[in-house]
């Protein structure tokens, strides 16, 4: 089991599956293309964005955009259709930023397709709950944990895993 990241995160709260599959580095060639294209919009939503904020790696995790001055995540999304996974991501960066002891970082999700933006802020549930999930991670991920069955969702044909789960099957 790799060292558990923000996509950990994010990928528990989508798919417990496709969290089994990243972990052990089972890629397709979608999920690059997938990469690929939110790198890109991250190059060009924003051109100004780089000069403005900061890249820092915190934990294993790397925050993108983050305001030293206004201690705020800026995370930028291609779609809000996956907000839940999204927000329980930009909650983990402002827990990591708190263990590391930056007192109380704020969040915004960025949509620049829809021009929408929503905060997110880190609530004493979350951070009595964010522990708990990573030890429930952990499990999930152990050695002897098979892969976790497909799911079914609407979402599961824009998935990288799409092909793997269900044509390969
Ligand atoms: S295609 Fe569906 S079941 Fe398969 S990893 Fe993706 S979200 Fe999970």
Redesign the pocket.
């Known amino acids: 089991m790799k060292t558990l990241t923000a996509t950990h995160v994010k990928y528990y709260h ?2 417990h ?2 969290l089994w ?1 990243f972990d052990r580095d089972v890629w397709m060639e979608h999920t690059s293309e997938a990469v690929a294209a939110g790198e890109l919009l991250h190059q060009t939503a924003y051109p100004q964005r780089a000069e403005r904020y900061r890249e820092i790696s915190i934990g294993s995790s790397k925050i993108d955009f983050y305001d030293p001055q206004r201690k705020v995540v800026h995370e930028m999304k291609k779609s809000a259709k996956m907000a839940d996974s999204n927000i329980a991501q930009v909650k983990y960066y402002l827990w990591l930023l708190e263990q590391h002891g930056v007192e109380n970082p704020t969040g915004i999700l960025e949509y620049p397709k829809l021009r929408q933006t929503q905060p997110v802020d880190l609530t004493d549930e979350d951070r009595a709950r964010i522990p708990l999930e990573l030890g429930v991670m952990k499990v999930l991920l152990a050695d002897d944990i098979p892969c976790p069955p ?4 609407p ?2 044909k824009q ?4 092909e ?3 044509v390969a099957e």
């Not at 998935?159 to 799409?162: E, F, K, S």
């Open positions: 989508l798919c599956r496709k599959l497909v799911i079914n969702k979402f599961c998935c990288a895993y799409y793997f789960c269900y």
